[in-house]
């Protein structure tokens, strides 16, 4: 199959690029060339008449199970697993047809994304390409302990990772710190020790195996660096003076120097606090200070929990962009290749590129100049499916 007539973003320029032709062959991105191209009688063109191709975006912070509509988090369960499956399922064909082809499930109670996730990939389900941590490991009564991976040391922690395995999970989380959303649990506080988080990388190392750490403390966020995590999630950098107030620039440093890429979880809701003086100032202070530090900042959302639903990521990107301080090209990035490499996807997603999967986004307008363009695709691509989605 041909795309012709195309206006094509890479995923890594600062500008289109001068082709603006795509052949698919089956899932995969066969060529890219220019519209002139000769093509076999027998290929189906598809000719796009100047639409705005860039590379499906990727949420690096999705939480699949959870419904955003409920505010307590031990509701959730309550559904049989029939119902959360079908939710999840509907879940997923939203966020395809929103142009989010790739999330990173970073925790549920029953695997159930996992599921998901294997019926998506044979193509029982359309939806959006998943990969899924499992349970976090938490600390007894910690963050999200209601999800079963409660753990009281290396030890207990190694049997969480052992359990996650055998369900064939893609990453670990780790709850580094508390959080939020859990009665009982405080965000500064970290929940386990360099050590603990030391033995934890290790053995997801071992396994071939991504760690994500949950970390809203300056501490945990400390001990997660030390222990050479691949993504710190949230990096709030709380400490006993407030949100935001524990930037800490030797742990950045640290960071930087093992190439660990930060996950800010912006969703769309934080609109209303641009102008705000302690988000201008804490929060963007905070990650504009990482990025210029050499840190990656990449696309996530944290979707599922209250408010945060799974298809709002492309709202999101403008948002994440004001606070993060990047361009439109380096936001696009944070949501497509650079997310895709942070992920552990780089060779499969992220780009438009040959040998990669044909996961790709149309838009009537250009992206690079306006990122609000992103809540409106015309097209989805997923694994070489095109899939029509406005007009
Ligand atoms: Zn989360």
Avoid at 198 to 220: L, Q, R
Wanted: with cysteine.
């Amino acid at each position: 199959m041909w795309l012709k007539n195309l206006n094509i973003w890479d995923g890594e320029s600062d500008e289109l690029i001068a082709a603006n032709a795509i052949k698919i062959d089956h899932n995969e991105i066969a060529a890219i060339t220019d519209s002139s191209v000769q093509v076999e009688e027998d290929e189906q063109v598809h000719d796009l008449q100047g639409l705005y191709c860039i590379p499906g975006l990727i949420d690096a912070h999705v939480h699949m199970c959870l419904n955003p509509v409920l505010k307590d988090p031990l509701e959730q369960d309550k559904p049989n697993d029939a119902v959360i499956i079908s939710e999840m399922t509907e879940r997923a064909e939203q966020m395809l047809a929103a142009g989010i082809t790739t999330a990173r499930d970073l925790g549920g109670g029953n695997w159930l994304e996992l599921e998901l996730r294997d019926q998506i990939n044979c193509g029982e389900v359309i939806g959006t390409r998943l990969i899924c941590s499992g349970q976090p490991i938490t600390s007894v009564g910690g963050h999200c302990y209601f999800w079963g991976g409660e753990a009281t040391d290396a030890t207990d922690a190694l049997g969480v990772i052992k359990r996650q395995i055998s369900h064939g999970v893609d990453l670990i989380k780790v709850m580094a710190t508390g959080g939020t959303i859990t009665k009982g649990s405080t965000p500064s506080n970290a929940q386990f020790d360099a050590d603990v988080l030391k033995t934890i990388v290790d053995e997801a190392t071992a396994n071939d195996f991504h760690v994500a750490a949950h970390c809203h403390g300056t501490a945990g966020i400390k001990n997660a660096t030390v222990a050479g995590v691949k993504t710190i999630e949230h990096c709030s950098w709380v400490n006993e003076d407030g949100w935001g107030r524990g930037y800490d620039a030797e742990v950045v440093e640290q960071m930087r120097a093992k190439d660990i890429v930060v996950s800010p979880t912006i969703n769309a809701g934080w609109k209303r606090y641009i102008g705000s003086k302690q988000f201008e100032s804490l929060v963007k202070g905070n990650y504009t200070k990482m990025r210029e530090a050499g840190i990656k900042l990449i696309a996530s959302t944290d979707a599922g929990i209250p408010n945060v639903f799974h298809h709002d990521l492309p709202k999101a990107i403008p948002v994440f962009a004001h606070f993060a301080g990047l361009s439109n090209a380096g936001a696009l990035r944070a949501a497509t290749s650079d997310c895709a490499e942070a992920i552990g996807l780089a060779a499969v997603v992220g780009k438009v590129a040959v040998g990669l999967e044909a996961d790709l986004v149309f838009y009537k307008e250009n992206p690079l100049n306006d990122l609000e363009v992103l809540a409106r695709p015309v097209k989805v691509m997923s694994r070489g499916r095109l899939i029509d989605v406005a007009d």
